[in-house]
């Protein structure tokens, strides 16, 4: 039997500079004072939702399907890559049930956007908010340049949800 369940993981992280942007889960944090350097526009919650998805089905990384060496992806919003990564998903039959985000970052303090990040992850996968939990960490200083980010994602066999297949 192969159960109708996986789980996905995923890990990013990005240097921080001055006179970048930080942008998080699609959500602009307007009052940092350092922001990621990255190819795409470094949303390190988008990446790691994104890599969560693809791990659960083995489908590798997105790396694989959005080359950081490519020119055609510089400074492109990372929202293509979570629905590039979800219709991978749902192209075989599956569905994202719930995701958890970690981001572990020293400044600024996040907690007051957690619940618009929330709405903004939720929304790209469509799922209702409350499926989508988001914590945030610092590096006790350890890592003062440095935004890291991890997620974990389950996913279900679409004939396998409720009320689907006579239950
Ligand atoms: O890392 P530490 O456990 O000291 O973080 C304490 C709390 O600060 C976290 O539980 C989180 O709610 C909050 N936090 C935040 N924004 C950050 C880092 C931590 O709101 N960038
Ligand atoms: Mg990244």
Redesign the pocket.
Known sequence: MTWPFRVGFGEDAHRLEAGRRLVLGGVEIGHAELGAVAHSDGDAVLHVVADALLSGLALGDIGAYFPDTAEQWRGMESRVIVERALALVQERGWVPVNVAVV????????????AEIARSVAALLSLPEGDVGV??????GLAPLHVQTRATVLLARVDAAPGVGGE
């Open positions: 981001v572990t970052l020293d400044r600024p303090k996040l907690g007051p956007l957690r914590s945030f960490k610092t590096s006790e």
